[in-house]
């Protein structure tokens, strides 16, 4: 168990809708990373936060919008869905800023389909 | 920008066997890090080995070792002594410390442990 919780594990919805998928870090982790597994594209980074605000942002559609709360979970909105957006969405957790140990902690993802 | 290369996208090993994973980078970067993950079929992803560029010497967890070769920009995981729990996908990663430690992840390789 990494410490990292992810909901909902599994979501299928259908297109143009919108969903939230909630991340809570491990405890004491002041960074949050927002990671998408499709089949052809391997792991995709989409967005990190630092202690509420956002630190780093890779290839993350308009569509799709982050937070990071005070109580630091944070949770990844994804909206007007499309076909293509059905992957699997890792949320990870790290320290701080800088995660020199080199790890991060990944949660389960969360498997989303979108029909 | 950084890139991580893993040319194989699927292996196979004898239980007991050694196997040899590929990955190669690009990055102008003196100073970073690399790793190894893994995700099993459970989809937890884990870290199995880091190795920071300023270390000469190859990082080794138990079984698994890396061959680093920095200049070559070149990182391979050796398993020694392969067994059906090493079945997953394996992920090589670089990440730059101090610009918001964005993660570069390959594509991942596919190993399987014959039995």
């Known amino acids: 168990d990494s410490g990292v919780t992810q909901t909902p594990k599994h979501l299928i919805t259908a297109t143009g809708q919108r969903v939230t998928l909630r991340c809570s870090p491990r405890?004491?982790?002041?960074?949050v990373y927002w990671y998408q597994q499709s089949l052809d594209q391997g792991l995709q980074f989409l967005i990190q936060?630092?202690?509420?605000?956002?630190?780093a942002k890779g290839n993350i559609l308009e569509r799709f919008s982050a937070q990071q709360f005070p109580d630091l979970h944070s949770e990844l909105n994804l909206s007007s869905l499309e076909l293509g957006d059905s992957a699997l969405y890792f949320c990870a957790s790290s320290l701080g800023q800088e995660p020199n140990t080199g790890e991060l902690f990944f949660g389960e993802g969360s498997r989303l389909t979108v029909l | 920008a950084q890139t991580v290369t893993q040319s194989q996208p699927e292996m196979s090993v004898q239980e007991a066997e050694t196997v040899t994973l590929s990955c190669t980078y690009d990055?102008?970067?003196?100073?970073?890090?690399l790793f190894w993950y893994k995700q099993p079929p459970s989809r937890q992803m884990i870290l199995v080995i880091r190795?920071?560029?300023?270390?000469?010497q190859n990082a080794t967890e138990n079984r698994f070792s890396v061959n680093f070769q920095k200049a070559a920009k070149s990182f391979s995981l050796k398993i020694s002594d392969s067994q059906l729990g090493d079945t997953a996908m394996y992920f090589c990663a670089f990440m730059k410390p101090n610009t918001g430690n964005q993660f570069y992840f390959g594509t991942g390789t596919s190993l399987t442990v014959i039995p």
């Open positions: 405890s004491g982790d002041l960074s």
């Open positions: 936060y630092y202690n509420g605000e956002e630190r």
């Open positions: 990055t102008s970067e003196n100073n970073y890090y």
């Open positions: 190795q920071e560029a300023y270390k000469q």
